[in-house]
């Protein structure tokens, strides 16, 4: 299947980037290509860029899309690898750090893969198509893990009678493919929300994808690394889909600009933690009426970048 994104804060993304021509930059997220090839497009012979994404098919997409393109470097990882990553290509640091969280168009839009409420298909939504499916899930954690993976990461209110509904379903049958779950979360919740809300299955599904591949975890992990490894004036673009990933970004950046946790009422810093940058973005930037029109995905992103000293 043909991989089409259309990359969201773009022009944004890319600018802030601030991209020297023989600089070394890594997309963390390179999904179909779009914001690596702009990246590309912007260096010289002596720069590099590693395009890293955990999903096969992505790189597959990648390597065709980069054929015959001598500065870039395609890696099948997962960005909270990036020490390890770009230690492969650098002893010092990175001109630049690019991620675009979330999913791709080509993962939701390809029902085989299993993250899409509106196609039939086995469940699935693992990003690097291996460990812990979403039936897996469904079918073998507690009710209890299933309420607060869907609480949690769903924010659904009706968390508890949909992990109700899961339960009592899967006794009967095993839970296999999306128009099952679909069915499950629509009987589990009041008749009235069905009818007024958006489409009921949203947040469950964007809770057990999040639970399946980590997603928040991986994110609060990784950002302090991504920083250690730029160089001087490098920059971290991170684009987010909601609000519990921005929440993680807008808080390590603001604490790897002041570390310091030496009470308020010191005279001085006795903690010795010393600033490893600037925060560029006070408010995030987001999308403008123009791209809000045109791609439905960019509705709730927001790009928000770091600067190392
Ligand atoms: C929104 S898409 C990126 C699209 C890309 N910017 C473009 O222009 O085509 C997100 C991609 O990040 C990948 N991804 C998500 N979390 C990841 C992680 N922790 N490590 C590596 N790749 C990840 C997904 O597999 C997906 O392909
Ligand atoms: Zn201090």
């Not at 999306?178 to 299955?201: D, M, Q, Y």
């Not at 960019?298 to 190392?308: A, Q, T």
Request: glycine share 6%; net charge neutral; with cysteine.
């Amino acid at each position: 299947m043909e991989f089409k994104h259309i990359p969201v804060l773009f022009r944004e993304s890319i600018d802030a980037l601030d991209i020297k021509p023989d600089g070394l930059y890594a997309d963390c997220t390179a999904g179909g290509g779009g914001h690596s090839n702009a990246i590309l497009d912007r260096l010289s012979a002596n720069g590099r860029l590693v395009a890293i994404d955990r999903d096969p098919e992505a790189i597959e997409t990648l390597t065709k899309r980069f054929e015959g393109r001598e500065n870039v470097s395609i890696v099948n990882d997962n960005f909270f690898n990036i020490k390890s990553i770009l230690s492969q290509f650098t002893d010092e640091g990175a001109d630049g750090i690019l991620a675009d969280l979330g999913v791709s168009s080509h993962q939701l839009d390809d029902a085989a893969r299993g993250f899409s409420f509106h196609a039939d298909a086995p469940l699935d939504m693992r990003m690097s198509m291996q460990g812990m499916s979403a039936a897996d899930a469904v079918n073998s954690l507690s009710q209890r893990e299933l309420q607060d993976i869907i609480y949690r990461y769903g924010e659904d209110k009706f968390a508890p009678r949909i992990a109700a509904g899961i339960v009592r379903a899967r006794a009967e049958k095993p839970i296999e493919t999306t128009f099952e779950l679909n069915e499950i979360i629509k009987a589990s919740i009041p008749a009235k929300v069905r009818a007024t809300g958006g489409h009921p299955s949203k947040r469950t599904y964007q809770a057990i994808r999040i639970e399946l591949n980590r997603e928040l975890d991986v994110l609060e992990n990784s950002i302090d690394m991504m920083i250690d490894r730029l160089n001087p004036q490098g920059r971290l673009c991170i684009i987010t889909f909601h609000s519990l990933e921005d929440r993680i970004v807008k808080a390590r950046f603001r604490n790897n600009e002041n570390p310091c946790t030496c009470p308020p009422d010191f005279p001085v810093c006795v903690c010795g933690k010393k600033s490893k940058g600037k925060v560029i973005t006070r408010k995030p930037i987001v999308p403008g009426d123009e791209e809000l029109n045109e791609n439905q995905r960019s509705k709730s992103s927001k790009l928000r970048v770091f600067e190392r000293i």
